[in-house]
């Protein structure tokens, strides 16, 4: 199943993310995928304001995973970027499927950890202020991209 979704500003991608919070469910894992300055990290932070995380939600580049415990279910924020031909073994398969949702940035690098039910976010910068987001997902219970509104996100 597939969805397109296009915003036109920051705080229209962050809106949608709030709109997708509202749909998580512990064990959800989503990977974002783009290029550096696509919006993964501004959706993921929209996210985190919508599960009510207590604190912004910010790049995780130097720290690999975020954890944020305050929100209405445990929040992981994997940015795995410079994990690229690194050992991928590090104990990430325990906050993947874990206890919470999980957001993955850059998840081609760790590839062996992904499963197979999983929502896919694909972002593309398609000019100054407007980005095109395409949700696509094989299997896991991830209907409600059908749900998102386009006008909550425009
Ligand atoms: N519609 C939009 N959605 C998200 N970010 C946007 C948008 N338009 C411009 N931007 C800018 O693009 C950049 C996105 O950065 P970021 O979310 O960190 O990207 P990534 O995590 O994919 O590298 C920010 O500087 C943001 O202000
Ligand atoms: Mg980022």
């Known amino acids: 199943m597939e969805r397109i979704l296009f915003t036109h500003s920051k705080e229209a991608t962050k809106a949608l993310g709030k709109q997708i919070a509202s749909f998580l469910k512990v064990g959800d ?14 959706l993921t932070s929209g996210v985190g304001e919508g599960l009510g ?12 995973l975020k954890c944020y415990f305050h929100g209405r279910i445990p929040f992981y924020h994997i940015d795995a970027y410079r994990l690229e031909g690194q050992n991928i073994e590090i104990g990430l398969d325990e906050v993947i499927e874990g206890d919470g949702a999980c957001f993955i940035e850059w998840p081609q690098f760790i590839e062996p950890l992904i499963p197979d039910e999983k929502l896919e976010i694909e972002i593309t910068n398609m000019g100054e202020n407007d980005r095109r987001f395409r949700f696509f997902f094989e299997m896991g219970d991830y209907g409600w991209i059908e749900s998102l509104k386009e006008e909550e996100a425009a």
């Open 53 to 64: 995380v207590n604190e912004e939600v910010l790049s995780p580049t130097f720290n690999l």
């Open 29 to 42: 894992v989503v990977l974002l995928t783009g290029d550096l300055g696509a919006g993964k990290t501004t």
